[in-house]
């Protein structure tokens, strides 16, 4: 079955980049996601790219793509206190498109 | 728009009491899923519904049920709950015909069974 793994924590430096990993194991999967999770929040999607790409950058985020591993990457550069959350990789798979999430990423970021 | 709403957004339930929680949608989608959040574990699908009068099995469906009561909502029931079933619960929905089949979630349902 598909499964999706990230690492739980990750702190960096205010200004500093922040670096989120994915691995994930539906190689059939259309398009691969970054949900963003705020403190008693539901989740929004940040940003996602096509399977046929390798990067994707919108803004201040930069996503890497690596099928040939099944790696994902979502890169964040001058990380802000506002950028502190959880971050949910996510793969898509069946009729319905149904997500499979990894364990998200808590973010936190310091002064 | 209010997008993906739901209610209550909190519950605390006693072990074998049943609850419905709510979920509504305002934008039109065809398809509504549930998930449930627990810590370290991400979010896992309960169930689904790909159109209206459908609904299938996610991952861990086991001591739910689910009702497309029509195009808008999409009811989630605990017949019978136990501490195992508490978590926070997201409905989110999604128009698959949109080429990134986003999926819009709820603000969420925080639950506690005792």
């Known amino acids: 079955g598909e499964d999706v793994e990230q690492s739980l924590f990750l702190s960096v430096r205010e200004g500093d980049s922040s670096v989120i990993n994915c691995t994930y194991t539906?190689?059939?999967?259309?398009?691969l996601y970054w949900y963003k999770q705020e403190p008693g929040a539901g989740l929004q999607l940040l940003t996602y790219?096509?399977?046929?790409?390798d990067m994707k950058q919108d803004q201040r985020l930069t996503v890497l793509l690596n099928k040939k591993d099944k790696h994902l990457s979502l890169r964040i550069a001058d990380t802000q206190t506002g950028d502190s959350a959880i971050y949910f990789c996510a793969e898509t798979s069946g009729s319905a498109r149904q997500l499979t999430f990894g364990s998200g990423t808590q973010l936190t970021v310091l002064p | 728009n209010a997008g993906v709403t739901q209610t209550p957004k909190f519950q605390v339930l006693k072990t074998g009491q049943s609850m419905t929680l709510q979920c509504a949608q305002d934008?039109?989608?065809?398809?509504m899923y549930w998930y449930r959040q627990d810590p370290g574990m991400g979010l896992r699908l309960i169930y689904y519904?790909?159109?209206?009068?459908?609904?299938d099995k996610g991952e861990v469906p086991n001591g739910y049920n689910v009702s497309r009561l029509n195009k808008r909502e999409f009811s989630l029931r605990l017949e019978s709950a136990a501490p195992s079933q508490t978590s926070v619960y997201f409905c989110a929905s999604s128009e698959l015909d949109r080429s990134t089949d986003e999926q819009y979630f709820g603000p969420g349902t925080r639950l506690t069974v005792t």
């Open positions: 519904s790909a159109s209206e009068g459908t609904t």
């Open positions: 539906d190689s059939s999967s259309t398009y």
């Open positions: 934008m039109n989608h065809n398809s």
């Open positions: 790219i096509f399977s046929n790409m």
